[in-house]
């Protein structure tokens, strides 16, 4: 409430009726001067001298009256008092000041109330008495000023006719208020803190903290602010993602809204902010991007979407907010009952939160607010999500805990709304406040049913609402808000109370819509007739087309107040009548997910309901009948039911919102304990576990996902089960349990009749090999790629993607069966269909023609036939994989550092835009990979891998493998950066990362840790220790596949032997370091500007050890001129170096020093500084 501006006598009255009124209580008053409060004047004369001071626009500090007036006059001051007014007079003063008319009701009350003062006392009583009156009637005044709208102006009549209904106003939170003010000031004012603004707000059931938020949220909507609200029901937990969704899904359609009223597009806006390949990615889960995106199909899901994963969502979403905010608007999130939120929902939201505190520009634009209730237990992901947000470096969190209200805040309620002075309901509002303790709701709900029961009601004679304070003091009331709200059901019609028990049956809220389709179900006509009513008793209230329970501890006490058995009746009434209106029966026995056919499905008789409404209708239908209890009904009833949770598995899937589609097929397979795998229930059995092991996948809920799958797989015949084996394939994967998705890939594989013995030879490996050149000579490149059979079918789609997933295992375990699973894969598809499933293998092949043939014109054979794949394919998941493995392991060898790099960050950015976060991840690790050997600077890229730890925190696994390329980087310039301490102590040290690589049994990562400790050694010269990590790396069997740091361990090794059989060490140093030397010769063929430089480098070091000495010369001359015509300043670096030390061992000291500075410089221009120190 905003203080009215200075009042004058004009505003209420004019100079001759203020005279009139005066004369009236015998004051001798000026108007026409404006005199402060005299010392001597009697109170009378104080008082009317406030009032003129007040009306005439004096500027007097009321206050101070009382400390002027000395305290030795107040005994004559009253006995005068009390002459100058008979009893008679006392008892007409306010009807009389009513009467003429003039002056407010309110300033008529506080004069005749002042005058009715009691003398008839003892002196000290007599003192106590007026001073009060004269304090009360100061106070009186100083609300009339500050709010006059409220406490000075009649009313009007209207005011007392309507029902008088407390709590739709905000009162008390004053702290909380300025606190959550405060927050939104400073966000305006530019003044931003050093993570994104989070504020939690808890308390009591029915302590207001959703009334506070709202109110603070109308307030910031009305000043501009960007506004989304969404609640998790209770019993929405299962839905609590879609929850998460809406949020976002709410600030579109606000923000389009807004743009919309100033004249602006807000398509544009958006689309100049986020690409629309993520556009349409998300406009799966959020239908408001279905405009901004341009695609109104809601039946066919993008990009091939059934591949999804929570992880994806999770990397897709931030993008999109941060898009948002960057807009420059400022956008409130608040998410009311936290607390029932799933652990899913909040991985979701934490990472919004953390994402846009990484970004000052983001965060400046940000506020989130959540509300929660006390209580909840340790165990609750809310509890453990609230942990990390108080430590977590890029969140601002506030908690807010809302107490019970106090004595003065019970007061102010109840001046406010009776519109009274304080004086006159204190002694209510200290009885009210000692009968509920200062329970928010319980404070609401006893003044309601004190005006429902006619305890507080108005007083025609008296002009405002009147009581008896004796009275409602000696009321019964309940001993809580639960038993208060349960009493009054009391009062509810016949009609009115079979109405609200129904509604209580939906939970909180429940479209009217649905309602409309209840009247055959609830009696008297169904619940519509009764809504006024019980909206005009506070009961529930109109949101948009929802009707909602005022608050939910009251729909919890009508629900808790049903009797069981009409309890069940309900929900089983509800449930069938809502399941016969959209036809559930016809449609509740199909086999699989993706066959579901909704647009067949209609609403009988009720030509209101509209067709999106139909899939609401279907989860309630659900909803109800999953409320009984299974062994109450019937087993028809429950196989019946079981369907109708299919049906709506099947839909909310559809729709992406996979929790709520694993609820259902859990609910259906509840309702079948007795009647699982029998023919009846065959088909639904196996669509429910395959859709509860789906959905349960994608939340990564990996266990239980694995657990369902193989339900079916025990069951079904092995032909049957491809789509369930694929799924515990993804399991193993996702995971990272490799070897044991191979194991079961292998399994797979000899269970289709592929010829995979138990100990593959090699020989048997190669003549594999060459039986699949065999027959992929019949087609040229073109006609592979051409080798399609049409729209692929189910069957021979889950065996794609188990054979992809297999290969994928495969590579990351380094199996030795992988060769032979890409054999078989290859001829899969050359006799089934080429797809972009299939593309990975082919890679592959090309790799192992490399790795095992060393045959590289057949591997760029196999590199351009899957090239040319891909360019048919549509953007995917398996597509982005193929990519990755083609231009980080097969076309490296051929084309420049920076040419790969520029295709791996091509495919990061395809893979960040559709939310393939491992893909994403992978092509940027490899895409700096390439970025660090081809001499880009150290330091942007110690600072891009940052970043990419700060994405990848919540993919630990990825994480170490980039946090080994971090200390690569560390090391040489010398200084350490924040990355380890971005995961705060969970991943420590590389020692750690070793250590569980060896548990892990993670190969690769063990090799790429002992090869990073080779490298460093090497820099800085520390050769025996280079030895001893060159041999750990060897070691490992996935150092004998070739990969792009393959190139650099080989160069450096030959360095190594060269400069160790210069030492003495013996002739098998010169022998390993010639066929090295041989290697890079034939590499030189296949590619230039990788190999050169390397090659003459080593050819300098062997004609070096040889005292070939101009040759020598020469060829580093040489290797310095290649390595800087093709951009590699680290190379560079190192071939100065060398040469240095070469002609420091033929004692030309001034050159060897001009090599050693010169090798300085480039060490310095790549940014590796501590190697730069070291060399000179």
């Avoid at 059979?789 to 199996?815: C, E, F, Q, Y």
């Avoid at 549509?874 to 083609?886: C, E, K, M, N, P």
Wanted: glycine share 6%; proline share 3%.
């Amino acid at each position: 409430r905003k203080p009215a501006p200075t009042l004058t006598f004009r505003d209420v009255l004019s100079a001759e009726g203020f005279d009139r009124v005066w004369t009236l209580i015998s004051i001798d008053c000026n108007p026409s001067t404006n005199r402060y409060v005299s010392t001597t004047t009697p109170p009378e004369h104080t008082l009317g001298d406030l009032i003129h001071c007040i009306f005439s626009g004096s500027n007097l500090r009321l206050s101070s009256t009382i400390i002027q007036r000395p305290s030795d006059n107040i005994d004559s001051i009253s006995e005068g008092r009390a002459a100058k007014m008979n009893s008679n007079t006392r008892g007409t003063t306010f009807s009389t000041l009513v009467g003429v008319g003039i002056l407010p009701t309110s300033i008529c009350r506080l004069l005749s109330d002042f005058f009715q003062c009691e003398p008839s006392v003892g002196n000290e009583d007599r003192l106590h008495t007026c001073q009060i009156s004269i304090l009360d009637a100061i106070e009186d005044l100083e609300h009339m000023c500050a709010y006059p709208q409220i406490y000075l102006y009649d009313p009007g009549m209207d005011f007392y006719s309507k029902n008088l209904l407390f709590g739709q106003r905000l009162y008390g939170r004053k702290a909380e208020l300025t606190q959550l003010l405060g927050i939104t000031t400073r966000l305006e004012g530019g003044l931003i803190s050093s993570g994104a603004e989070c504020v939690l707000v808890s308390g009591g059931a029915g302590s207001g903290k959703s009334h506070f938020v709202n109110n603070v949220s109308t307030f910031l909507s009305n000043i501009g602010w960007i506004v989304s609200t969404a609640s998790c029901g209770r019993d929405m937990g299962h839905r609590s993602s879609e929850t998460v969704l809406s949020l976002l899904d709410t600030l579109i359609v606000n923000i389009v809204a807004a743009y919309n009223s100033e004249g602006k597009s807000a398509i544009d806006a958006l689309l100049g902010v986020l690409d629309s390949t993520t556009l349409l990615s998300l406009s799966a889960y959020l239908p408001s991007l279905r405009i901004v995106s341009g695609n109104t199909d809601r039946s066919t899901p993008p990009n091939n979407r059934p591949e999804v994963s929570q992880l994806q969502l999770t990397f897709l979403l931030p993008r999109l907010l941060i898009a948002i905010l960057s807009l420059n608007r400022k956008v409130v999130l608040f998410l009311d009952n936290f607390e029932h939120v799933d652990s899913s929902a909040l991985a979701l939201l934490s990472e919004l939160l953390t994402s846009v505190g990484r970004l000052p520009s983001s965060r400046s634009n940000f506020l989130f607010i959540g509300c929660y209730r006390d209580g909840i237990s340790e165990q609750n992901p809310l509890t453990i999500l609230a942990a990390e947000l108080r430590r977590h470096q890029d969140i601002s969190l506030t908690e807010m805990r809302l107490n019970r209200l106090s004595i003065d805040d019970v007061t102010d309620i109840i001046m406010t709304e009776l519109r009274l002075p304080r004086r006159l309901v204190l002694e209510l509002a200290n009885i009210v406040h000692k009968k509920t303790s200062g329970h928010a709701l319980f404070v609401v709900q006893l003044l309601n049913s004190l005006v429902r029961d006619s305890a507080l009601a108005y007083s025609p004679m008296k002009r405002r609402f009147d009581w008896d304070s004796a009275k409602v003091r000696s009321l019964k009331t309940a001993d809580s808000v639960a038993s208060l709200i349960v009493s009054n059901l009391n009062s509810l019609t016949p009609g009115e109370l079979p109405s609200l028990r129904a509604l209580s049956c939906f939970g909180i809220q429940v479209k009217l819509v649905v309602l409309a389709l209840l009247k055959d179900v609830c009696p008297f006509g169904g619940v519509e007739p009764y809504l006024k009513s019980l909206i005009e008793g506070g009961v529930v209230e109109m949101k948009d087309s929802l009707v909602v329970f005022t608050h939910d501890l009251i729909q919890q006490g009508v629900y808790n107040n049903i009797p069981t058995e009409e309890r069940r009746r309900l929900h089983l009434n509800i449930g069938v009548c809502l399941g016969m209106k959209v036809s559930l029966d016809q449609h509740s026995m199909v086999g699989q997910l993706q066959e579901m056919d909704f647009s067949s499905l209609s609403v009988e008789a009720s030509r209101n309901v509209e067709s999106q409404e139909i899939n609401a209708i279907i989860g309630i239908a659900a909803n109800q009948v999953n409320r009984v209890d299974p062994s109450s009904m019937e087993r028809s009833q429950r196989i019946r039911f079981a369907g109708w949770n299919m049906v709506a598995a099947s839909q909310f899937a559809k729709r992406f919102n996979f929790g709520a589609s694993a609820h259902y097929c859990k609910k259906g397979i509840d309702l079948l304990y007795d009647s699982l795998w029998c023919n009846e229930t065959f088909d639904l059995s196996r669509a429910l576990h395959e859709g509860a092991a789906s959905a349960l996948l994608f939340l990564g809920d990996i266990s239980d996902a694995q657990k369902y799958a193989n339900v079916v797989i025990d069951n079904l015949p092995f032909a049957d089960s491809l789509a369930a084996q694929y799924m515990v394939l993804r399991s193993w994967e996702r995971m990272g349990k490799y070897e044991e998705q191979v194991d079961r890939g292998l399994a797979i594989l000899r269970g289709l009749n592929f010829d995979i013995p138990l100990e593959p030879s090699p020989s048997f490996i190669m003549d594999a090999m060459a039986h699949i050149s065999n027959i992929a000579s019949k087609y040229s490149i073109e006609q592979i790629a051409k080798l399609r059979s049409g729209k692929v079918d189910t069957r021979k789609k889950n065996i794609l993607l188990s054979l992809n997933s297999i290969i994928t295992g495969a590579l990351r375990s380094s199996s030795p069966f992988l060769p032979l699973i890409t054999c078989a894969v290859v001829n899969y598809s050359l006799q089934n269909g080429v797809y972009e499933e299939s593309a990975l293998s082919f890679a592959c092949l090309g790799y192992f023609k490399i790795a095992l043939a060393g045959d590289y014109k057949e591997a760029r054979y196999w590199a351009n036939a899957t090239s040319l794949i891909l360019n048919k394919s549509v953007t995917s998941i398996a597509g982005s994989r193929a990519r990755i493995f083609l231009y980080g392991f097969v076309e490296c060898w051929y084309v420049s550092l920076r040419e790969t790099g520029s295709h791996l960050l091509g495919i990061n950015r395809s893979a960040v835009a559709m939310g393939d976060v491992e893909s994403a991840v992978h092509s940027m690790l490899f895409s700096l990979r390439c970025s660090f050997y081809g001499s880009e600077n150290l330091s942007l890229l110690l600072q891009s891998h940052c970043e990419l730890m700060r994405t990848m925190k919540r993919y630990k696994e990825l994480a170490k493998l980039a946090l080994i390329d971090v200390v690569m980087i560390e090391t040489l310039i010398g200084t350490k950066s924040n990355a380890f301490d971005i995961f705060e102590g969970t991943i420590p040290t590389e020692n750690f990362i070793l250590a569980d690589a060896k548990a892990k049994q993670n190969i690769v990562s063990i090799e790429l840790i002992h090869t990073r400790r080779f490298f460093t050694a090497f820099w800085f010269g520390d050769y025996q220790k280079a030895n001893e990590s060159y041999k750990a790396a060897s070691s490992v069997p996935s150092s004998k596949m070739p990969k792009l740091w393959t190139i650099y361990r080989e160069c450096y090794k030959a360095i190594i032997t060269f400069h160790m059989y210069a030492e003495g060490e013996g002739e098998e140093w010169l022998q390993e370091g010639m066929k090295l030397l041989s290697k890079f010769q034939f590499w030189k063929t296949i590619s230039k500007d990788v190999i050169e430089s390397k090659f003459l480098l080593l050819q300098a070091e062997y004609h070096a050890v040889s005292c070939e000495i101009s040759k020598a010369r020469a060829s580093f001359e040489a290797s310095i001129k290649s390595a800087r015509d093709h951009g590699y300043t680290n190379e560079q670096g190192l071939a100065f170096e060398r040469y240095g030390t070469f002609l420091e061992a033929l004692v030309e000291t001034t050159e060897a020093s001009v090599c050693y500075k010169s090798a300085h410089v480039c060490y310095l221009q790549w940014g590796a500084l501590a190697l730069a120190e070291h060399v000179w």
